[in-house]
């Protein structure tokens, strides 16, 4: 399968490596490898309390969705993202106003290259979620990666600093790595260090 953000992830992962810890580029390497397995992500995933809020569902019609998307992570972690696209999209058609089957229908067509298709999803997801919860916060950090890989970069650190604001820790640090002023505070500081180390040199300039 040819995955077509791989690419773009060298530069990406290597720019970002005096910024996030070990677990993070091992979080950015297993999102953007075309291997990856579909279960969790580690670090993608939030703490246990951050939940949906799922009280508005019928309750047999929200079984039968959740059996769905089940059924869809485990066919995709099987390598049949056919199957799994054809799972969430029946979860979609029963609750189609429930964002998690949007959400993980994206990280389908992701591993499939389908750039267009899983932005549009995830463009749901946050949308029908409200911006809140477990799936809208993994929803924003897997948006945010692709613009950011798209040079969207503003629409990224948006999309960052709200799944931050969800308590994300890795997206607050890639807002960070977005904040022009940091960007630029950062390069004043290194300027001045520099001036510091080496006397000499700038004295010359």
Request: net charge negative.
């Amino acid at each position: 399968m040819v995955f077509l953000f791989l690419p773009s992830f060298s530069a990406f992962f290597t720019e970002n490596r005096k910024m996030a810890s070990a677990h993070d580029r091992a979080v950015l390497q297993a999102i953007f490898n075309p291997t990856t397995p579909f279960g969790d992500i580690p670090g993608l995933n939030q703490e246990e309390e951050l939940i949906d809020d799922d009280s508005g569902f019928d309750t047999e019609l929200l079984k039968q969705v959740k059996e769905l998307e089940m059924w869809g992570v485990s066919a995709a972690e099987a390598g049949d993202l056919q199957a799994a696209l054809q799972l969430f999209s029946q979860a979609i058609q029963i609750l189609p106003q429930r964002a998690s089957a949007y959400n993980n229908r994206a990280q389908a067509l992701r591993l499939q290259g389908n750039t267009a298709g899983a932005l549009e999803d995830l463009d749901q997801a946050v949308s029908l979620s409200g911006s809140t919860g477990r799936t809208a916060c993994q929803a924003l950090v897997q948006r945010g990666l692709l613009r950011r890989l798209a040079c969207q970069n503003d629409g990224a650190r948006e999309d960052f600093e709200k799944a931050a604001a969800l308590g994300s820790e890795f997206a607050r640090q890639q807002a960070v790595v977005l904040n022009p002023y940091a960007a630029l505070c950062n390069k004043m500081l290194s300027e001045v260090i520099n001036k510091l180390r080496n006397p000499e040199a700038s004295g010359m300039q």
